[in-house]
């Protein structure tokens, strides 16, 4: 009879640890979901935005690359002045693909949902704390 009592009390807890592991993990999936969801939103309104104001900008770059080779052309031939553009366009877009790509890098993608599995991961590795007493003393 005296082992009984302990024994249901170690299952109660091995249950409710497990129950409460489970919804642990299942609330980590739902943030997870959530925050991707944020986040492809996000990212698709910026992708939209960039869609519909590209071709102007590409438009207006073509004319003005024309127009500029155009005015270098009276000093080195026009195509000297089509290359020295040309030359310039090849080195800034490398520099800027560079500087993108770069910071590409350094985008953290569900950024909360990672911070919250480290969390609990850390309160499960840490030791087992002793059980407090009641009032009473028990």
């Not at 609330?27 to 979901?33: F, G, K, P, T």
């Not at 770059?61 to 127009?67: D, E, I, P, R, V």
């Not at 270098?72 to 290359?83: C, I, P, S």
């Not at 090849?90 to 911070?115: I, Y």
């Amino acid at each position: 009879m005296g082992t009984e009592i302990p024994d249901r009390g170690i299952t109660a807890l091995i249950s409710r640890m497990a129950d409460g592991f489970s919804r642990l993990v299942t609330q980590h999936i739902a943030l997870a979901r959530l925050e991707l969801a944020e986040d492809a939103r996000q990212m698709g309104a910026g992708l939209g935005r960039i869609a519909a104001f590209l071709p102007f900008v590409l438009t207006g770059y073509a004319l003005l690359c024309g127009a500029l080779s155009l005015v270098l052309a009276r000093w080195v031939g026009l195509a000297g002045g089509l290359a020295l553009v040309g030359a310039a366009n090849v080195v800034g877009g490398g520099l800027g693909l560079a500087r993108a790509l770069q910071g590409l890098r350094s985008v953290k993608v569900m950024h909360g949902t990672q911070e919250e599995l480290n969390r609990s991961a850390a309160a499960l590795a840490a030791p087992p704390r002793a059980p407090t007493e009641g009032p009473d003393g028990r």
